[in-house]
């Protein structure tokens, strides 16, 4: 869960309710959204809804998603590339395949991405650059996953980099707490600081349509008012964003 610490950064789905009612509805961002100026557009989901996915809504959400990054109305009219980095590839935590396989599902035949690990630690920069493995990167999305010999300074130079040469970027969550990787990118980078993981707290959003919560059109600038309303309008869940906590005590 983040907590946005400069301007032009607004959460996108925050908490208001608890899996356990027992335990206090904390109000918390569970996906933040924010634009560099003049340049690129990010998003943090504090989960992985692609990894573990939950409803219909939660899906077209995860479209429009896409489509607010690159500021197309519809990724499925032309072809897109896409740059995967950093990503889990444990058992448990099967990121690398599950975020391809999802791109392949939603975007048949329209979307190129690069091999599983060729865009990991230092060779981030080259996958980013014109001439890279995929031309051009549309968009870059990452999680925190890294090994030792990994120079996550430099990692988070590379994805600042990117943002300001327009690359948007799309961060998934992977296994709970705040890893190295994502200390180097916050705040400085996102501009937001890691808040909690929802171990303990088990939060979740009730929803009527998330599928028209993101547009290729929102203004960050907004989002404090609209998450306000949101935060009101249930009964409909949410279910991939608890579905972390469910299946394995972690989002």
């Not at 908490?15 to 009612?21: H, I, K, M, T």
């Not at 590339?81 to 099967?94: D, E, H, I, K, Y």
């Not at 290729?216 to 991939?240: F, K, M, N, Y």
Request: proline residues 8%; negative net charge; aromatic residues 6%.
């Amino acid at each position: 869960m983040f907590t946005p610490v400069v301007s032009r950064v607004g959460y996108l789905l925050r908490s208001n309710a608890s899996v356990d009612p027992a335990r206090p509805a904390l109000e918390k961002n569970l996906a933040v959204i924010g634009e560099k100026a003049n340049t690129a557009r990010y998003l943090l989901l504090g989960g992985d809804p692609i990894q573990n996915p939950g409803d219909a809504g939660m899906q077209t959400t995860l479209e429009n998603s896409l489509s607010w990054l690159t500021r197309r109305a519809d990724l499925k009219l032309a072809p897109f590339n896409v740059v995967l980095a950093q990503m889990g590839s444990s058992a448990a935590f099967p990121q690398q395949t599950a975020v391809r396989s999802w791109l392949d599902l939603h975007y048949p035949g329209q979307v190129g991405y690069n091999v599983a690990g060729s865009c990991d630690g230092a060779l981030l920069s080259g996958c980013l650059a014109p001439a890279g493995p995929v031309t051009p990167p549309n968009l870059l999305i990452i999680s925190q996953a890294s090994v030792p010999t990994d120079d996550v300074a430099a990692i988070a130079n590379t994805v600042q980099q990117a943002l300001d040469s327009g690359i948007p970027v799309l961060y998934l969550h992977h296994d709970g707490d705040q890893k190295p990787l994502l200390t180097a990118l916050i705040p400085s980078v996102f501009g937001v600081n890691f808040e909690m993981d929802n171990r303990t707290a088990a939060l979740q959003l009730w929803y009527t349509s998330p599928s028209t919560v993101l547009t290729s059109e929102t203004d960050p600038v907004h989002l404090e008012a609209t998450g306000r309303l949101l935060r009101h309008i249930q009964p409909t869940i949410l279910r991939s964003l608890i579905w972390h906590y469910v299946t394995s005590g972690l989002l």
